[in-house]
């Protein structure tokens, strides 16, 4: 096995304490894998998304919001490629993204909305699975993050060019 992973494995009692310290996690990295890789290649489109909608940004202020969720999601996917490496001993290689299509802006907010929230929702249930530390930071980070997403894009519907 590589050496980061049993770098990783031993040093997840040492992060914490308390009961879960014991149980077998092999079976928990195995499954968390394909998990980050499915997350990583959302992370990046919905980062690629982002970017794309902000051309369609009424005000500066929107753009400068949308651009920042860009930012943060392919943040995410970098965090995650990360954690991947630690675990795998080598980096994903995303597959190429889905086409963008954006009809409507108003229309897109609202689906993101609900894309935003489902991802609140997926990585708080990966942080209280997380056996160690570092991937709890990881998932409640993120998830931190996407719901700041969802709880910020109602300003742009507000926003309205003059
Ligand atoms: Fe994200
Ligand atoms: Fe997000």
């Known amino acids: 096995m590589y050496q980061s992973y049993n770098y990783y494995q031993n040093n997840k ?3 914490n304490n308390y009961l879960n310290c014991g149980y077998n996690n092999n079976n928990y990295f195995q499954e968390l894998i394909p998990r980050l890789e499915e997350y990583i290649q959302d992370e990046l489109q919905d980062s690629a998304y982002y970017y794309a909608l902000a051309e369609f940004a009424p005000t500066q202020r929107a ?3 949308i651009m920042e969720f860009g930012m943060d999601e392919a943040k995410h996917a970098e965090n995650f490629q990360r954690a991947y ?5 080598r980096y994903y290689m995303p597959q190429p993204l889905k086409p963008i299509v954006i009809e409507d802006y108003e ?3 609202k689906i993101r909305v609900i894309a935003e929230t489902n991802d609140y929702e997926k990585y ?3 942080y209280l699975m997380a056996p160690n530390k570092y991937l709890q ?5 993120t998830r931190t993050d ?3 997403h969802a709880m910020r894009i109602p300003i742009l519907f507000e926003e309205e060019a003059d």
């Open 107 to 109: 229309e897109a907010l």
């Open 137 to 141: 930071d990881l998932f409640f980070n």
């Open 13 to 15: 009692c040492s992060n």
């Open 85 to 89: 490496s630690m675990i795998t001993g």
């Open 124 to 126: 708080g249930k990966e």
């Open 63 to 65: 753009k400068d919001l």
């Open 146 to 148: 996407e719901a700041k």
